[in-house]
């Protein structure tokens, strides 16, 4: 069964990542949804393509918006390293990663999944760096957007303020979204209400065309897939069709980098 959400990406390559990830510094980005968030902006006047003079006047109220995001010290006095908040974001972003938090790498780098994690991200859905952090075409989106601190012997769950605050205002800022990946069981409990997250990923197939359910993919991830080997087999390559559904481009720059090779070769 189909589920509805829309998806939005921002602009980045290894040249510009510090401008595409939000630190204090940086850009954010982000877009995720089903139920509560896809029937609200589906229902919002933002959901169907606007005229060009309306979308500089998107793109000026984005930039005010991430300003203030930037600002943000809601909860700075809960926080072990302070506020930092780390995203990635565009106007025209067509894929969202909605995920849990930063970790202690990222919190310092400024840059979403700039650590092992975000490498076996990459992975699961066949893109390059450059690929990931193309903002205007991938939305990074954090339930919570700072370091949230440590609980027993894993990070703390993402801090509840950010959600409220700021999570539909930005995602009412990415009306093409057409994917959102739901990464761990924080970012899939929000959005999907309690669950089971392997039953959600085993059943990735009745949340297409529009969310994909994934574990976070962290180095537990490994001892979680070894348990379950149908999702290297089975779930990632929907993952990557997913994705070049969504981004209809990369299927193109995969032929022609194949096309080139059997030229050289």
Known sequence: MARRAS?????????????????????????????????????????????????????????????????????????????????????????????????????????PFSDPSGDRLRDWMGISEDQFYDAAHIAILPLGLCYPGRAGQGDAPPRPECARLWRERLLA?????????????????????????????????SYLPTLFPLPHPSWRVTIWARKHPWFEEEVLPHLRAAIRQAWPELEKIARHRGAATDVRG
């Open 7 to 111: 998806c939005a990406l921002s602009r980045g390559t290894n040249h510009t990542r510090r401008t595409a990830a939000v630190g204090k510094n940086a850009r954010p980005c982000e877009r995720g949804a089903r139920h509560r968030y896809s029937e609200e902006i589906l229902s919002g006047s933002d959901s169907h393509p606007q005229p060009a003079p309306r979308r500089a006047g998107r793109v000026n109220d984005l930039e005010h918006l991430l300003a203030e995001v930037r600002a943000c010290t809601a909860c700075g006095d809960l926080l072990p390293l302070g506020p930092r908040p780390v995203l990635q974001m565009s106007a025209t972003a067509r894929i969202l990663i909605a995920s849990q938090a930063p970790g202690t790498k990222v919190h310092a780098s400024g840059v």
């Open 173 to 205: 800022a990415m009306p093409g979204l057409r994917l959102t990946l739901l990464v761990g069981s924080h970012a899939q409990n929000h959005v999907l209400g309690p669950g089971h997250l392997t039953e959600r990923v085993r059943d990735f197939a």
